[in-house]
């Protein structure tokens, strides 16, 4: 635990001196967001439709965090420097997803308020609870599977290719569940829980891919 | 009376890249305490034998000993007896010295004491909290030294330790990786010279394969001419 928390700390750290992912990934999904006001030709939107751009905004926006969430390890040492030491390989998969995990949250922060005042019709306030917990569980499985396709990505030459082409085939599930569970949310009149059968699949799928990348992380370390 | 494992045991080593052959046929032991000078031209293998005793790179072939512990198989149980002092610094350059080193404490159980007194022993106290790429080499090497050290390890691993180093921090830092520090060391070195004065056994490297391992005071300018020409 002692060592997942000086890796974390020291990717927040990191990411508060540079500034090099989260503002990427806040403009990328505000931009998303005002592309698709002005392409659908709509005022405001709602229900699946609402539900689909919202997750895919936030999934492509979280390919930038992937992308570069082993860059400066990679490229500065600390990949040796971490492997150097006494410690289980399996603190930097869980620091790795835990900084993965909170910069989604800070962008959802952000970006879901956004969402509501430029494209959302019907009032996020109803469904806010449900929506938090169905995001939560989401953004576990883009930790989760992110971290893992980084750790990959980032030991070959096209890693800036590598993450899109494995990531996003493997998280089509998990987007699947996330937007079909928020559809009824951000409906007209909508309810204010998530259907439970997607919930059900996303903590599944969730637990499938911890238990997964625990068990594979080790190799990817490897020489 | 049964005999002291020696510190670091190498017995038909060999390590490829691909085709190419990094390392072969490397077989010597170096006691407790001693210091191995690792020699030859750029690309003869110097960084794969530090690599490879550092537990960073896996042997293709052969037997390595390091403290009596076979590697790769117990490389976990050696990691907290070694400091590695690689050719890059392995420190992040958006981070200051202090923080830097203080995560490496962290990783290493090592006190935060033990990272304000490496700082002032270097003479870093004072440029501790500016950021590692505003830093000179030296300065940067420097921090490296105290990132190698600072769990306090027995075996000491030295890619080129006096890079980037004027002689007055060159002094600075002999204390912590020097002889006086009284530890098993294996240090490569541009400069073969200065490296024989430290060495008790030096190993030359000819495009992975040893060329000779021999005492330094038998070796001669013709020997080591041969080894670079």
Redesign the interface.
């Known amino acids: 635990m002692?060592?997942v928390?000086?890796v974390l700390?020291?990717d927040l750290?990191?990411e508060l001196?540079?500034f090099e992912t989260l503002p990427a990934m806040v403009l990328f999904s505000l931009a998303t967001f005002v592309i698709f006001h002005f392409a659908l030709g709509r005022a405001t939107i709602s229900g699946q439709l609402a539900a689909g751009i919202l997750t895919v905004t936030l999934l492509f926006a979280s390919m930038l965090a992937i992308n570069r969430l082993f860059v400066?390890d990679r490229e500065?040492?600390?990949f040796?420097?971490?492997?150097?030491?006494?410690?289980d390989r399996s603190a930097l998969l869980i620091a790795k997803a835990a900084a993965l995990f909170t910069f989604l949250v800070v962008l959802e922060v952000i970006a879901v308020p956004a969402f509501g005042l430029l494209l959302l019709g019907p009032s996020l306030g109803p469904p806010l609870g449900g929506l938090v917990v169905l995001l939560a569980l989401a953004d576990v499985a883009l930790a989760v599977i992110g971290t893992l396709v980084s750790a990959i990505a980032v030991q070959t030459r096209a890693r800036d290719l590598i993450g899109p082409v494995i990531g996003l085939p493997l998280l089509i599930p998990a987007l699947i569940a996330t937007a079909r569970g928020a559809g009824p949310l951000l409906s007209e009149h909508g309810q204010g829980f998530p259907p439970g059968r997607w919930l059900a699949i996303l903590a599944l799928y969730d637990l499938v891919f911890a238990l997964l990348a625990y068990a594979l992380f080790d190799f990817l370390l490897?020489? | 009376m049964a005999q002291e494992p020696q510190a670091i045991e190498l017995r038909g080593l060999a390590r490829h890249f691909g085709e190419r052959t990094a390392l072969r046929d490397v077989t010597l032991s170096v006691p407790a305490g001693a210091t191995l000078a690792v020699l030859g031209r750029n690309g003869a293998g110097k960084s794969t034998l530090l690599r490879i005793l550092?537990?960073?790179?896996?042997p293709h072939a052969g037997e390595v000993k390091l403290l009596g512990e076979p590697l790769p198989r117990r490389a976990?149980a050696v990691?907290?007896q070694?400091g590695?002092l690689?050719h890059?610094?392995?420190?992040?350059?958006?981070?200051s010295g202090r923080?830097n080193l203080r995560?490496?404490a962290?990783?290493?159980r090592a006190s935060e004491e033990r990272v304000e007194q490496l700082l002032a022993a270097v003479g870093m106290a004072g440029r501790a909290d500016d950021?590692v790429r505003t830093l000179s080499r030296g300065m940067v090497q420097r921090l490296a030294v105290c990132?190698a050290v600072l769990h306090e390890p027995r075996v000491l691993l030295l890619d080129e330790p006096r890079a980037n180093l004027d002689p007055a921090a060159g002094e600075l830092i002999e204390p912590l990786i020097g002889r006086p520090a009284g530890l098993t060391r294996v240090l490569t070195s541009h400069d073969p010279r200065s490296a024989l004065v430290e060495a008790d056994l030096v190993l030359g490297l000819r495009e992975g394969r040893p060329a000779f391992v021999a005492q330094p005071n038998q070796l001669d300018e013709q020997r080591l001419q041969a080894l670079y020409g």
């Open positions: 002692r060592t928390l000086a700390r020291k750290m990191l001196r540079t400066a500065q040492g600390g040796d420097a971490f492997l150097l030491a006494p410690v490897e020489d | 550092a537990t960073l790179l896996r976990f990691r907290a070694l590695y690689a890059e610094p392995l420190l992040y350059r958006d981070l923080q995560y490496h962290q990783l290493h950021p990132r």
